[in-house]
């Protein structure tokens, strides 16, 4: 049993991945494929937490914020993602006008084999993505927006698509948008979005992942994770990125061996529970001033 647990996260993600690949390569439609595979690897990650949960007792159908959590990546996928992809056309658009150009230059490399092409983006864009999530806990603006995804008393595979739709307008101007006007291939950019789906429903799982210690400081486990969504905010201000390589490289980076988290959340949780609500308190409880930054010195353990 003590070996499943290990074998767990690489099965998943490697059977999620084939499944991907084998439907692309029958020919079907990539957007409703790539629904398909999402919903039914977050299917068997939310069914597996029964049957193995790192916490007993934690189920997302007692979860009374499951629904919300149903709302908001529904919310994310029809309007947040949509209206990001619009708004950052526009200015792709207006940069290539601006510029004289017909479009994008492509200045990203085809000629390289295909792992090598997902593994060069996954950097690019963990670079922005970390940077846009060190800011969300940074700057009231930003954070009442993402404090809606902090606020949890537990953790489970709905967590994933917690987010307020803003996010997604938000990720797709910040992260995506820099991979597009490099002239990153769509279909790069559908394989990384499928990854980071799968990695989101692994790393917010109740399931009782095991990963030997180097692997905190190489993929982004699900230990990592639930450190960052730890009430201490300490810890809470702490791996940020997908991947461990720009919090060890920046210092925000924690080793989960090192920490124990008694909860996840946030202290004095200032999210309502009601759903209308939780969209509406990012535009009621912006602050004057920055939200106050966890010591940013020694932070490497």
């Known amino acids: 049993m003590r070996a499943l647990r290990y074998l767990l996260f690489p099965t998943l993600l490697s059977a999620s991945v084939a499944v991907a690949w084998a439907g692309f390569d029958a020919g079907f439609d990539p957007a409703v494929w790539t629904f398909v595979v999402t919903v039914g690897n977050l299917a068997v990650v939310a069914l597996l937490e029964h049957a193995l949960p790192r916490k007993p007792g934690v189920s997302l159908l007692t979860d009374r ?115 597009v006007v490099l002239g990153a291939p769509t279909e790069l950019l559908l394989w990384y979005v499928l990854l980071q789906n799968f990695l989101g429903n692994l790393n917010h799982t109740n399931l009782d992942l095991r990963f030997p210690r180097f692997a905190h400081y190489l993929l982004p486990t699900l230990d990592n994770h639930y450190l960052h969504h730890a009430r201490e905010r300490r810890l809470q201000d702490s791996n940020f990125a997908g991947t461990p390589l720009f919090d060890l490289l920046f210092g925000t980076f924690h080793d989960p061996t090192q920490h124990r988290v008694e909860s996840v959340g946030i202290e004095d949780d200032p999210v309502p529970n009601g759903f209308f609500a939780q969209l509406l308190l990012p535009f009621r409880k912006l602050m004057p001033k920055t939200r106050s930054k966890a010591p940013e010195t020694g932070a490497m353990t």
């Not at 930003?142 to 997604?168: C, D, V």
């Open 65 to 179: 914020q499951s629904p919300n959590d149903l709302l908001h990546a529904g919310l994310l996928s029809l309007v947040g993602v949509p209206a990001g992809q619009a708004l950052a056309t526009i200015a792709v658009v207006t940069l290539a006008g601006n510029t004289g150009a017909a479009g994008p230059k492509l200045w990203w490399p085809n000629h390289w084999p295909f792992i090598g092409q997902l593994v060069l983006l996954t950097l690019i864009a963990d670079f922005f993505d970390y940077w846009k999530h060190r800011a969300y806990h940074r700057f009231d603006a930003l954070w009442w927006f993402h404090s809606i995804h902090h606020s949890m008393n537990s953790m489970h595979a709905l967590k994933a698509g917690r987010l307020h739709f803003a996010e997604g307008v938000i990720r797709y101007l910040v992260v995506t948008t820099p991979l």
